[in-house]
């Protein structure tokens, strides 16, 4: 990623930097998820460590150390698939380890994360924009290429109800659609994907979108 990591540990963990990259997620994400559950769960909080990296153009940047337990459990959360192929390599090569090299060592752990996104099959890029309303009248807008199955995360993570939401298929579109949606109602933006405007706007924003595509496909 040409970013070099500095680390101020001899633990053995792994850096938010690795799991960003392994999860296909923005470091930035990663850093804020990580902030949440240590205020969420305060057993956790020696488990993680501050520590930086230094960017391509020099630049010290914020960065996490996770130790490897507390990295696997965030892998489930956020990647289960890749968390059984990692527990599955795992299982079948730690007997066989060269001399030196154990299981619950960062290299060993990097190598099998880098092997599981290697060959991961990668499946056709299409997905689904939602609306979302939340108890207290905030709407969220987001993507998902399993809207079902986020919605249910989203429920345990928000700490909120949903009182309703709408999924709409974009197909190969709904990064950019998203991205147009969040662009259209920035002056509304709460913070992140949320946002002060009626639900029913939201969805009329997104129909009106999925009528215009629809009548553009050949």
Not at 185 to 214: D, H, R, V, W
Request: glycine residues 4%; hydrophobic residues 40%; aromatic residues 10%.
């Amino acid at each position: 990623m040409g970013n070099e990591v500095v680390t101020t540990s001899d633990q053995p963990t792994l850096s938010s930097l690795d799991i960003a990259d392994y999860c296909d997620k923005a470091h930035k994400n990663v850093m804020r998820d990580i902030y949440a559950l240590r205020e969420e769960f305060p057993s956790i909080q020696a488990r993680v460590r501050e520590d930086f990296y230094v960017d391509s153009a020099n630049r010290r940047r914020a960065a996490l150390l996770i130790d490897l337990p507390l990295a696997y459990a965030i892998l489930c959360r956020w990647d289960f698939k890749m968390s059984v192929d990692v527990m599955e390599l795992c299982l079948a090569q730690s007997g066989e380890l060269g001399t030196g090299i154990s299981p619950s060592s960062p290299a060993f752990v990097r190598d099998i994360l880098e092997d599981c996104k290697t060959n991961r099959v990668k499946v056709e890029d299409k997905g689904y924009v939602y609306a979302l309303l939340l108890e207290d009248g905030v709407v969220k807008i987001g993507k998902s290429t399993k809207p079902y199955a986020r919605m249910q995360s989203l429920a345990s993570q928000l700490h909120k109800s949903i009182e309703d939401f709408t999924i709409f298929d974009f197909k190969e579109s709904y990064h950019a659609i998203e991205m147009k949606a969040h662009k259209h109602f920035k002056s509304f933006k709460t913070k992140g994907e949320f946002f002060n405007i009626p639900y029913s706007t939201a969805c009329t924003f997104l129909e009106q979108a999925l009528q215009m595509q629809l009548k553009e496909t050949p």
